[in-house]
């Protein structure tokens, strides 16, 4: 993937500069090169982060609902602790 992304930037380049040339403005070049090159590592962030999740996803949601768990049974716990000293009842 990282030749076809080459040869892709390769053209685009070359041809950049003499595309907007014909209308009269041939400073626009620089431009269209920022965009192209921008939209290029938006695809390739989007594919490396898809990749990404492929390969360590599962740890990911694993590790998420785990720290999902212990913040829970803490508010829980916290609850429970608030309630007992309310109604003046021994919390252990």
Known sequence: M???MFIIIALLL????KSFAG???ANDGLEFILV???LLLIIVGILNG???LKKNGKT???N???FLKKKITLLRDYLNKVKSDYFNLSYF
């Not at 070359?14 to 500069?17: A, I, T």
């Open 2 to 4: 990282k030749k076809e």
């Open 14 to 17: 070359g041809v950049s500069f």
């Open 23 to 25: 209308t009269g403005n």
């Open 36 to 38: 192209i090159v921008g």
């Open 50 to 52: 898809v990749d990404y």
């Open 60 to 62: 990911i949601i694993y």
């Open 64 to 66: 998420a609902m785990t």
